[in-house]
């Protein structure tokens, strides 16, 4: 499984941007039990659980601080996960990570805490003025 993420750059604050996850090793149709999550790490801090959706259903979970600017989907016809986010501010600077787990449930916060299977290398986003 590979993650490849794209869309990240800077952006003044108040802006948005809508970053790319391109997951390769398995089609999100022909395999439904797989959880996709957005991640991130800004520089001196631990990292961060932004959102996951489930392949099968759409299904989404969102972190508190995600909630109301941060929109996670999926293309299945291109086997991309999106992370659409809104009302940029310098605090959302950081290293953005798709990762990606197989599992049989969907659990939540779970993968907020413990990671998941699979990571793409991050794209930096800078929000500054």
């Known amino acids: 499984v590979q993650l490849v993420e794209s869309g990240g750059g800077f952006v003044h604050p108040g802006g948005s941007l809508k970053l790319s996850c391109t997951v390769s090793?398995?089609?999100?149709?022909?395999?439904?039990?797989?959880?996709i999550g957005w991640f991130r790490q800004a520089p001196g801090k631990g990292r961060e659980g932004i959102a996951t959706?489930?392949?099968?259903?759409?299904?989404?979970y969102y972190a508190d601080s995600a909630k109301g600017r941060f929109t996670i989907s999926s293309d299945h016809a291109k086997n991309i996960v999106y992370l659409e986010m809104n009302a940029l501010t310098p605090e959302d600077t950081a290293l953005y990570f798709c990762?990606?787990?197989?599992?049989?449930?969907?659990?939540?916060?779970?993968?907020?805490?413990?990671?998941?299977?699979?990571w793409g290398k991050g794209i930096q986003v800078t929000v500054a003025s």
């Open positions: 990762a990606a787990n197989a599992d049989l449930q969907y659990r939540g916060s779970f993968y907020f805490e413990y990671g998941m299977d699979y």
């Open positions: 090793g398995f089609s999100f149709d022909d395999y439904d039990y797989y959880i």
């Open positions: 959706i489930k392949t099968k259903d759409h299904a989404t």
